[in-house]
């Protein structure tokens, strides 16, 4: 019998429900309403919801497992949260069966089961219920991500991407996308509207010039100067792929593209375990490895941040030697 099945069935359920009302929230919120420039209220309504349903579905089936979550229920109390709160509510219980359906006080007290704090012993879910807010915002990628986290090591990851074709060759074809890794078991693909799932793995290269970086759109994420450089030197001619979110662990762990780097913007920044920990077992059960750019592993096992390391190399196993060392050049590690 394989391990973490009731886990996975769970997870998948949770993302996928979560999924269908980030697509709602957008269809109600931002396609049909002209938002200005700093209006984030959409994200923050989308970003409740999926939180609220994530946990209520965990909490259901797993009532002794902690959830780190990145959202709490604070801007949704009182009267100055009423207009925020009445949204969250009703854009929830509108993916919701007639006998899921959650009171304002259910919704909020399920949000607030995300205020764990990790640690090195036992068993955690870490959740971001939208990684790539901007993409959101304007149609593009965001991802809803959910990893159990066992004594420090990341073991299922389920990542909900909307927006992403099943089949990157067909852009205008079947968009939502689904990526369930379990760890020794393998990486898969599906779509939300079948469950009918596909192993997947990294591109068959040999070689860092036959490669293709993938990385965010905002370069305030992670340096695009700096993966110039290393592009020049692993011999990379291919334009890069840019996408927001953990879309990008994925794109590489079904062969899309092969490198995602999260090169340092600031030396102050400290990742989130929420924003790597899904894709962290995806690429590595589809062939990849991950590391930091010292070439660490990355630790999940010292709260809700990734303190001990900095930046992110995620590519596959074969050819992530030789791009550490190029990452190592330009930023001058030694």
């Known amino acids: 019998m394989s391990a973490y099945l009731q886990e996975r069935a769970t997870a998948i359920r949770a993302v996928l429900t979560a999924s269908k009302v980030c697509q709602s929230v957008f269809q109600h919120l931002v396609a049909n309403e002209t938002l200005t420039k ?198 990379i001619t291919r334009t890069p792929v840019r996408m927001d979110s953990q879309a990008k662990y994925c794109s590489i762990s079904r062969g899309d593209a092969d490198i995602y780097l999260r090169l340092p913007t600031s030396k102050t920044y400290v990742e989130k375990i929420w924003d790597h920990a899904s894709g962290n077992v995806l690429v590595t059960e589809a062939g990849g490895k991950v590391t930091d750019i010292y070439g660490q592993p990355l630790d999940f096992s010292i709260g809700r941040t990734l303190e001990k390391n900095k930046g992110v190399i995620a590519s596959k196993a074969s050819i992530h030697d030789r791009v550490l060392q190029a990452v190592q050049k330009v930023l001058n590690i030694q």
């Open 38 to 235: 700093n209006d984030k209220s959409p994200v923050t309504v989308a970003d409740f919801s999926a939180q609220a349903i994530i946990n209520t579905y965990l909490h259901k089936d797993f009532p002794n497992d902690p959830i780190i979550g990145e959202e709490d229920s604070k801007d949704l109390q009182g009267e100055s949260g009423k207009v925020l709160r009445e949204k969250v509510v009703s854009l929830t219980n509108g993916v919701l069966s007639e006998n899921e359906k959650l009171s304002e006080q259910q919704i909020l007290d399920a949000i607030d089961r995300g205020n764990y704090a990790g640690g090195p012993k036992g068993r955690h879910w870490a959740l971001d219920p939208i990684d790539g807010t901007k993409g959101f915002l304007r149609g593009g990628q965001y991802a809803v991500c959910l990893a159990l986290i066992e004594d420090g090591v990341v073991q299922l990851g389920v990542i909900g991407c909307p927006n992403l074709p099943l089949n990157h060759n067909e852009p205008e074809g079947e968009k939502g996308s689904l990526f369930i890794a379990v760890r020794n078991q393998g990486a898969y693909q599906r779509s939300f509207s079948n469950d009918n799932e596909t192993r997947i793995q990294f591109a068959d290269i040999s070689s860092t010039e036959q490669s293709t970086f993938c990385e965010s759109v905002e370069a305030g994420h992670s340096s695009h100067g700096d993966a110039e450089e290393i592009a020049k030197l692993l011999g």
